[in-house]
């Protein structure tokens, strides 16, 4: 519920005389709608776009595709790949077993999950980077093992499973709830082997949300900074993540640099945005089909 | 009609809400405020030195004053007051942030270093190590900092001062070696030297608190090279039982300058105590405020005084060695410098 | 159809591993470190000037941001539940885009709109009005960043719900303000409230973004999650937890109050 994305719904609301809507109303909604949000969000993304066409084109061409700022795209997404990747096996197994087992405490379990979305960024930063540090109760035994977390890419990638955990949980959730057990049951008796159940009936079915909630939990990863950038080394070309990079050009005066990386990241978030909303659909369709 | 009252009614309120809590800021019942935009590591020094002006200006003019800070990495900083945050004066870690400040915002006077004694720097600093208490690897100067297995910890020269000052130091270090050729043949070896060192950095902070943080409180590295002062005090605060401090043999002479916004001065009215306030950092019971907070007192009388407090290391100064602040911005920290070039993949 | 014993219990051990590993020990590690050098330190941590204003900023910002975006958040969703028209989906899309955008993204679109060399920074400064490194930029920072929260915790219901209601009420001779307050706001009443505390917990918990518009003036324009940046990195691990423990706090009260509504909800999205 958190975590999905607002939607269409699957059908029309029942009684329409008017092509619009019969409903008092809509000239201010839409007006409050159209100019808050011009105001707050529309206008202040166009100060980039200005920005933008205030560039010199090759100078801006040049900054997207600068050594640095490709290794921080490479650490952004490569990261955000794994975690995400991560965050889809563990939120199934996760959403299933919050769905399917009774167990003691399943309540206290269930709300902690959304715990990565409430938790404000910088403390989940401090908490986790004081956690994999060489002394931190993580640290001390992955380090001797050379298993460096804090300040490697590795830590980059803690930190983003951390703020994509609620994402797959929340999307598959809802699916998983819907699945008619019944057909579970009728592929039983018909002699089907658990783990084919799960491949042919189970899996089919929450695809579209697990693919859903991996498009969101990645958006959000690639585009975390309070979470990560403690745990990050900052070091360009290796631990330097894009969100750090733009900031870091701001601070040096760069505008044009940290514009560039700024629009590459926006680029990226509308492709999920897209992605997702296509997906949502499906999701949509599918559990039409399935009512 | 009505919508666009309703509209107008939620913006009117916004944009109250937004802009009301500005009108506290203001002078309130003859308080003269001022904002001081500094870099990293000054935080205590500024507490003393705010406190102690506070009652010299009182006693002098009966006036109260409220000094807030702000800090952050030098670089920062200044694109900051660029951005427009309304620093009355700026004390920040070198002159080419307050060039800058300058430069692209027109609101500090160009002539601002030649407005105060030794170049607008009343005290100065160095760059020195700290290490883990023993010594364990046995650092003793500059060229320990590059052998392989060592773990260096400094900020990032992009955004902090003092890794600037550190890296010009190392530079500086290897360029003027006896030994060394000609003037190319010495840069070559300056590079290949300071690029050893670099990759020793498991961590690049953003300023030198970060670093000293990294360092001091989080375990990471060996040895730490930072600003004279920070390192006494993280010595100081975190455990003489714990660290040491290691001086180079040679290291750069460090002036962090200060200067009043020309521009913020004059629209809040508050030149005449910001002029009070930076001359008061000249004055003894300034200069002694600094030299408890570890720094080098430029006043020839307060260091007689405390003579014996700093170790004698031989420092060169940037116009020495690098031909100034441009110049060294150009060469080794601007887009494509020589900063730039050491982190290219496979250099 | 159950799964065997075994299975179940390798899952469930497997899946509470991870949540405990991922989820349960920074909140732990938040709360030790917070406590480490003892009550005394802790409470002058919490009481100490700096983040005394620094909790007020952070409260102000809320009480702006947050009322706003119910307000407007209920005007969005009353827009997209109530009627047809063409655009929907990318209204939609334009609502949600502050979701999806990096915080820090959204702290330089602000820098770059009204900084001094923005462009209405000349506007701004010969009207001497402080935006960007003052609070009201910090405000404008968050209101941007928590600007669907509302939206989509209301919308999806006022969308399962229907309109028979309301239409219903319309037929009577109900005005739309008496529709609104008396019919619909009742009815998604669950989902504003869930809507509220969320934008309130990411309000005051926002980082990135007010990181880059905040002056960093100490005592003014810091928010908690800055402070607690400042305390991190002043050799003040305890100080720095200590902040943080309050937004923590602030964290599980939301989760409790989320609990709370669900099972007051009979409805589910």
């Not at chain 2, 030198?208 to 990294?214: N, V």
């Not at chain 3, 949540?19 to 406590?35: K, N, Q, R, S």
């Not at chain 3, 952070?58 to 028209?85: C, D, E, H, M, Q």
Request: net charge positive; glycine share 10%; aromatic share 10%.
């Amino acid at each position: 519920m958190t975590t999905v994305p607002i939607d269409l719904p699957a059908r029309p609301a029942r009684g329409r005389l008017t092509s619009r809507g019969s409903l008092p109303g809509f000239g201010l909604s839409l007006g409050m709608t159209l100019t808050f949000l011009s105001l707050v969000v529309l206008i202040p993304l166009s100060g980039l776009v200005w920005k933008t066409a205030s560039l010199d084109r090759t100078a801006l061409l040049h900054a997207i595709v600068a050594p640095r700022a490709l290794a921080a795209y490479r650490l952004s997404f490569g990261a955000a790949l794994v975690a995400g990747t991560v965050n889809v096996a563990f939120g199934i197994l996760v959403a299933w077993v919050l769905t399917r087992y009774e167990f003691p405490g399943r309540s206290l379990v269930d709300a902690a999950v959304d715990l990565p979305f409430a938790l404000p960024t910088a403390v989940a930063g401090i908490a986790l980077t004081t956690l994999y540090v060489p002394d931190g109760w993580l640290g001390r035994f992955l380090e001797p093992h050379g298993l460096k977390v804090a300040f490697a890419p590795a830590g980059v990638a803690v930190a983003m499973v951390f703020v994509g955990l609620p994402f797959v949980v929340r999307t598959v959730q809802p699916v998983l709830l819907d699945l008619d057990l019944h057909m579970e049951e009728v592929a039983a008796t018909l002699g089907a082997s658990r783990l084919y159940t799960l491949r042919k009936v189970i899996l089919p079915a929450v695809l579209p949300a697990v693919l859903t909630g991996f498009a969101l939990a990645f958006a959000r990863a690639v585009g975390e900074y309070g979470s990560v950038v403690f745990i990050a080394g900052n070091m360009p070309g290796k631990t330097e993540i894009a969100p750090l990079l733009i900031v870091t050009k701001l601070e040096q005066f760069d505008y044009a640099g940290a514009t560039a990386v700024a629009l590459v990241m926006l680029l990226a978030s509308f492709v999920a945005l897209f992605a997702i909303n296509l997906l949502q659909a499906r999701v949509g369709r599918s559990a039409q089909a399935r009512r | 009609m009505k919508r666009a009252i309703v509209i107008g009614l939620v913006g009117l309120g916004l944009a109250a809400a937004l802009l009301a809590p500005r009108a506290q800021t203001a002078r309130a019942g003859g308080t003269v405020k001022l904002l001081n935009a500094s870099y990293d590591p000054t935080r205590e020094l500024y507490q003393e030195v705010n406190a102690a002006f506070g009652k010299q200006w009182q006693q002098k003019t009966g006036q109260s004053v409220a000094i807030s800070q702000s800090h952050g990495g030098s670089g920062k900083q200044a694109r900051s007051v660029i951005d427009g945050l309304e620093a009355d004066v700026v004390t920040l870690g070198l002159a080419y942030d307050i060039d800058a400040i300058a430069e692209q915002s027109g609101r500090v006077s160009k002539d601002w270093q030649k407005r105060l004694p030794d170049n607008s720097s009343p005290y100065t600093s160095t760059i020195v190590f700290v290490v883990r208490k023993g010594n364990p690897k046995g650092i003793r100067d500059w060229d320990d900092l590059a052998k392989p297995g060592v773990g260096v910890v400094a900020p990032n020269p992009k955004t902090s001062g003092g890794a600037r000052w550190a890296y010009l130091a190392a530079w500086g270090y290897a360029w003027q070696k006896p030994g060394g050729g000609d003037a190319s043949a010495r840069d070559a070896r300056a590079r290949d030297f300071v690029r050893r060192l670099y990759k020793n950095i498991p961590v690049l902070d953003s300023g030198a608190r970060g670093s000293t943080t990294t360092f001091g409180q989080r375990g990471i590295g060996d040895v730490l090279v930072s600003w004279e002062n920070a390192a006494y005090l993280l010595v100081g605060e975190l455990g003489k039982d714990k660290f040491q401090i290691v001086d180079p043999t040679v290291s750069i002479l460090a002036e962090p300058p200060v200067a009043i916004v020309d521009k913020n001065v004059d629209r809040h009215g508050t030149r005449a105590v910001a002029e009070a306030y930076l001359e008061f950092l000249y004055t003894d019971e300034g200069q002694e405020i600094a030299v408890k907070n570890h720094y080098r007192p430029r006043s020839a009388a307060v260091a007689a005084k405390h003579a014996g407090t700093f170790p004698a290391i031989k420092l060169f100064t940037i116009d020495q060695v690098f031909g100034g602040w441009h110049k060294a911005q150009a060469t080794h920290f601007a887009d494509g410098g020589t900063f730039d070039q050491i982190y290219q993949p496979g250099s | 159809m159950k799964d065997p014993r075994f299975l179940r219990w390798t899952l469930l051990a497997i899946a509470l591993g991870f949540l405990a590993l991922f989820v349960g020990l920074p909140i732990v590690t938040v709360f030790v470190e917070a406590f480490r050098k003892g009550m005394a330190a802790y409470w002058e941590a919490v009481r100490d000037p700096e983040t005394l204003s620094a909790v007020a900023l952070t409260l102000l910002t809320a009480a702006i941001s947050v009322p706003f975006n119910l307000v407007v958040g209920v005007a969005v969703s009353w827009l997209i539940a109530k009627y047809r028209f063409p655009g929907k989906r990318l209204l939609l899309a334009l609502i949600d885009l502050p979701f999806s955008v990096s915080p820090v993204i959204a702290g330089l679109v602000f820098v770059l709109l009204m900084g001094a060399r923005g462009l209405l920074g000349p506007f701004l400064e010969r009207h001497d009005l402080h935006v960007i490194f003052a609070v009201p930029g910090i405000v404008l920072a968050t209101t941007f960043i928590t600007f669907p929260f509302v939206a989509r915790e209301v919308l999806p219901i006022m969308q399962e719900l229907g309109n028979d209601e309301e239409e219903q009420a319309l037929t009577l001779g109900a005005s739309g303000w008496q529709i609104l307050f008396r019919v619909t706001l009742p009815k998604v009443r669950w989902g504003i409230l869930y809507g509220v505390i969320l934008c309130n917990a990411r309000a005051m918990g926002e980082f990135g973004a007010v990181s880059v518009v905040s002056g960093h003036i100490r005592g003014q324009t810091n928010t908690i999650p800055l402070q607690v940046e400042i305390l991190y990195n002043e050799y003040n691990l305890s100080g720095a937890f200590a902040v943080a423990s309050i937004l923590t706090v602030l964290a599980l009260l939301t989760l409790a109050g989320k609990k709370l509504i669900e099972s007051r909800v009979r409805v589910r999205a």
